[in-house]
């Protein structure tokens, strides 16, 4: 059962503008969350991380926020670059866990329009 | 620094081949982990490594066996390769910190025919 969810398998952005990309998840242990961004032909790469104690996190374009109560989490880009585009998957782990697994989502194909 | 190195890149298998991949980390990490990347199914973990001579299951292990005799490396063996096992398989290694990510390697296509 995926506890993990990304149920936008794709989505298409204006260079300059606002992405958002959303991750649900179901396992209330979970406290620890991630966001991946993967090219073609690589291993994904760390993108921005938040711990459940948190509510926002900032990184330069990269923003993610958790709502606890509703188990979902957003990453924001601002602006939208075409270097960008990747797919993104978002990450969590619960604590306890067994052996500091992260469970992983299904992804997102994000496409920034120049 | 190299990070984490999987070798081979690409291989093609005949049904009921059998064939190692290598995963080999430079970081001096105690967890390595086996995924595997299949269309619309994310990152699922087959394998993993709390530490030197250790290994346990994870979410979809079957037809697989690993082993950690190395810190520093971790094997992925297919023993009868099957078409359903034509993935992209990852490795990731991580330290002991609670609150810190994988690192990853760039991955093995592997087509089984």
């Known amino acids: 059962d995926q506890q993990v969810k990304q149920n936008s398998p794709s989505l298409s952005v204006q260079e300059g503008r606002i992405s958002i990309l959303n991750c649900d998840y179901t396992n209330s242990m979970f406290d620890y969350f991630l966001w991946y961004k993967k090219y073609p032909a690589e291993g994904p790469t760390f993108l921005i991380s938040?711990?459940?104690?948190?509510d926002k996190n900032e990184d330069g374009r990269f923003t993610v926020f958790l709502n606890k109560s509703a188990k979902h989490l957003s990453l924001h880009i601002v602006p939208s670059q075409p270097g960008d585009s990747a797919v993104y998957f978002c990450a969590a782990s619960a604590w306890p866990g067994t052996g500091n697994q992260f469970y992983f989502g299904t992804g997102t194909s994000l496409t920034v329009i120049p | 620094n190299a990070g984490v190195t999987q070798t081979p890149k690409f291989r093609v298998l005949k049904t009921g081949q059998s064939m190692t991949l290598l995963c080999a980390q430079d970081m001096n990490h105690e967890y390595m982990y086996w995924y595997r990347q299949d269309p619309g199914m994310g990152l699922r973990l087959i394998h993993y490594?709390?530490?030197?001579?250790?290994?346990a299951k994870g979410e979809v292990p079957d037809g697989y066996n690993v082993s950690r005799l190395k810190k520093q490396n971790f094997l992925l063996g297919l023993e009868s390769a099957a078409p359903s096992q034509t993935s992209v398989y990852f490795c990731?290694?991580?330290?002991?910190?609670?609150?810190?990510?994988?690192?990853f390697g760039s991955g093995t296509r592997l087509t089984v025919v």
């Open positions: 938040i711990s459940s104690i948190k």
């Open positions: 490594s709390v530490g030197e001579g250790t290994t």
């Open positions: 990731a290694s991580k330290t002991g910190e609670r609150l810190e990510g994988y690192t």
